[in-house]
Nanobody, 123 residues
């Protein structure tokens, strides 16, 4: 099976920065889209940013200009650089990946989620 492990979460003051990482491991042929989602207390899970295998990013309006998503395909890792953090960014951040895997039946694409990493922005 494939495992996604997030790191880099923590507590920061408003205006501060954090960099999240998510590394995929397991039997992986390649990874298509990867992304970050977040869920704040009392709110639905929402998309933060996605990035294609070719490096094309997409951002939620709420984080444009402040967050940057990037990936290293050789390491099967996706990053989220978060700058100018606001209290409303407080949430558990989840990594997502669409993983291509090879087996006897052919190539499969499966959706995987990380366990989440907590980000708290407060004074």
């Amino acid at each position: 099976q494939v495992q996604l492990v997030e790191s880099g979460g923590g507590s920061v003051q408003p205006g501060g920065s954090l960099r999240l990482s998510c590394a995929a491991s397991g039997r992986i042929l390649s990874i298509n889209d990867m992304g970050w989602y977040r869920q704040a207390p009392g709110k639905q899970r929402e998309l933060v940013a996605t990035i294609t295998s070719g490096g094309n990013p997409n951002y939620a309006d709420s984080v444009k200009g402040r967050f940057t998503i990037d990936r290293d395909n050789a390491k099967n890792t996706v990053y989220l650089q978060m700058n100018s953090l606001k209290p409303e960014d407080t949430a558990v951040y989840y990594c997502n990946a669409h993983v291509r895997q090879l087996d006897r039946g052919g190539i499969l694409i499966s959706d995987y989620w990380g366990q989440g990493t907590r980000v708290t922005v407060s004074s």
